[in-house]
């Protein structure tokens, strides 16, 4: 990184004698602004940063790199090291894990970049800014023609967390999150020259590991147990709170016999109307006739009628109308108690689930889910790298899967037992086994 009358504030106020005191307050106010933020956050501990650059400084080459989440960086280093460097502002970390599945295949410059140039890169040197949380991983890229290096910097500093890649000459080939001069005075934009960061705020204390990959390991699980509480205690609301409204509306439906009732009723009404078409009375809502015994009844019916042929056909509509409630009922009945059983089954295995990552996969944001048809399909859709995958909630929901499958598809069951089937929407022929 170039030097800057920045990395140290004495050389700084001497520096800026040579503008004036508008300019002055405004890089003043800059400085300080990004020294305080240095301290935002609970990040990694520079003296465990040591410590992990110390036990991984023999790593000689990065065999794979990609994002497996929006600020998590997976680099698998020869011997089948696996580091996972999470970059977020307000807790970064560098930690490992069995396995951490990705959501879908990111592709913006920064991945674009980091594939080109650090993907199978052979690594020279593994290193920490004296004094400072960020650790520089120099790479070299041997081509037909030249041998290129490049550094990707990880910067643990609070608000300006980032991961940088760089050319030789200390430029900016791209970075995971843009800083423009309107926010600091390090610009942080492909094509500039990155300048050097404020001194950190604090003076490094030891924290001595005993075993640093059991660190590295217990960082991920203390994380993992955390996220995973909270992500479970928001789902579980939610799906909890969709379970309660479809109950409020099984509850809510009416009573087949009792309906049945009324278009029996109604239909005997509409028979008296023409049997007693003298003793209509013209626009009146409720009409005085004779039962076929002889008896008086009353006959509620809309204000704006005028003979009995029209009253009669009124009721009979009524009557039509609730026989298709009935013929409709027992479908809306069976599809209400079909979404809440559904529901029960994901929620046992929201509450059951052991991983955030894999549980994360039930709940696809909504970019990835798209825009969502009015009508339910009876089918859940859920992403994993970058292969949609559909999965029936019912023997109706298997069906309309398969409807909306393409010969190309792939197609799962569980063998000789009922099950839900799983449609993998794919235009290739071999899908990757983890998928």
Same mark, same amino acid.
């Given at each position: ?6 990395q140290?504030?004495s050389? $700084?106020? &001497?520096? +800026? ?5 508008? %300019?002055i ?9 990004i020294?305080?933020?240095r301290?935002?956050?609970v ?5 465990? +940063?040591?410590q %992990?650059?110390? &036990?991984?400084?023999?790593?000689r080459?990065?065999n ?6 929006d600020t998590?960086?997976?680099i698998?280093?020869n =011997? ?5 460097f ?12 069995? =396995?951490?599945?990705r #959501? ?5 410059p920064? =991945? ?5 140039y ?6 020279t ?7 400072d949380k960020?650790?520089?991983? #120099? ?10 290096k490049?550094?990707l910097q990880?910067?643990?500093?609070g ?5 940088i890649?760089?050319d030789?000459?200390?430029v900016? %080939?791209?970075? +995971?999150?843009h800083v423009?001069?309107?926010?600091s ?7 500039y020259? $990155?300048? #050097? ?5 604090f003076e490094?204390k030891?924290?001595p ?9 217990e ?5 993992e147990?955390?996220?995973?509480a909270?992500?479970?205690?928001q789902k ?5 709170k969709?379970?309660?409204k479809l109950?409020?509306? $099984?509850?809510?439906?009416s009573? !087949?016999?009792v309906?049945e009732? !009324? ?10 109307m023409?049997?007693?078409m003298?003793?209509?009375?013209p626009?009146?809502t ?6 076929? =015994?002889g008896?008086? %009844?009353?006959?509620?019916v809309?204000?704006?009628?005028q003979t009995?042929?029209q ?16 013929r409709?009922?027992?479908? !809306? ?10 529901l029960?089954?994901f929620?046992?295995?929201v ?10 996969l039930?709940?696809?944001s ?6 969502k048809?009015?009508?339910d ?6 992403w994993?790298e970058?292969?949609?995958?559909m ?5 109706k929901?298997n069906?309309?899967l ?9 197609? $799962?069951h569980?063998?000789d ?6 449609i993998?929407?794919t235009?290739?022929q071999n899908v990757?086994?983890?998928?």
């Amino acid at each position: 990184m170039k030097n800057s009358f920045f990395q140290n504030p004495s050389v $700084l106020s &001497h520096s +800026l004698l040579f503008f004036n005191f508008g %300019i002055i307050a405004t890089f003043e106010r800059c400085y300080n602004h990004i020294y305080k933020s240095r301290t935002i956050g609970v990040n990694v501990k520079f003296s465990h +940063l040591e410590q %992990i650059v110390a &036990h991984f400084k023999d790593l000689r080459k990065i065999n794979a790199i990609y994002r497996v989440a929006d600020t998590i960086i997976k680099i698998v280093f020869n =011997d089948e090291k696996t580091l996972y460097f999470d970059m977020r502002k307000s807790n970064s970390q560098i930690f490992m894990c069995e =396995d951490y599945p990705r #959501t879908k295949i990111y592709q913006a410059p920064f =991945d674009v970049m980091l594939s080109k140039y650090i993907n199978r890169a052979s690594i020279t040197d593994i290193s920490l800014v004296e004094g400072d949380k960020i650790l520089r991983i #120099t790479t070299a890229l041997s081509s037909a023609y030249k041998q290129a290096k490049t550094v990707l910097q990880f910067e643990f500093t609070g608000k300006y967390t980032n991961a940088i890649l760089l050319d030789e000459n200390e430029v900016v %080939i791209e970075a +995971l999150r843009h800083v423009d001069a309107g926010s600091s005075f390090r610009v942080i934009k492909a094509g500039y020259e $990155l300048l #050097t960061p404020p001194p950190p705020p604090f003076e490094p204390k030891p924290f001595p590991l005993e075993d640093v990959e059991a660190f590295l390991y217990e960082v991920y699980a203390k994380q993992e147990r955390s996220k995973l509480a909270q992500f479970k205690k928001q789902k579980l609301g939610l799906l909890h709170k969709k379970q309660e409204k479809l109950r409020q509306r $099984l509850e809510g439906l009416s009573d !087949e016999a009792v309906l049945e009732s !009324e278009v029996e009723t109604l239909q005997h009404y509409g028979n008296l109307m023409l049997s007693n078409m003298h003793l209509i009375t013209p626009y009146a809502t409720v009409q005085k006739i004779k039962d076929y =015994d002889g008896s008086d %009844i009353e006959v509620y019916v809309a204000p704006n009628l005028q003979t009995g042929a029209q009253m009669s056909e009124y009721l009979f509509k009524m009557a039509k109308k609730n026989k298709q409630r009935v013929r409709h009922l027992h479908i !809306e009945r069976a599809s209400l108690q079909e979404k809440i059983q559904h529901l029960d089954y994901f929620i046992n295995i929201v509450e059951g689930s052991q991983s955030l990552s894999k549980l994360q996969l039930l709940f696809p944001s909504r970019a990835q889910q798209g825009k969502k048809s009015q009508k339910d399909e009876g089918f859940e859709t859920f992403w994993y790298e970058g292969y949609k995958i559909m999965l029936g909630k019912s023997e109706k929901g298997n069906i309309a899967l398969l409807e909306n499958a393409r010969a190309k598809d792939i197609w $799962l069951h569980m063998k000789d037992r009922p099950s839900a089937h799983v449609i993998i929407v794919t235009d290739k022929q071999n899908v990757p086994k983890n998928v």
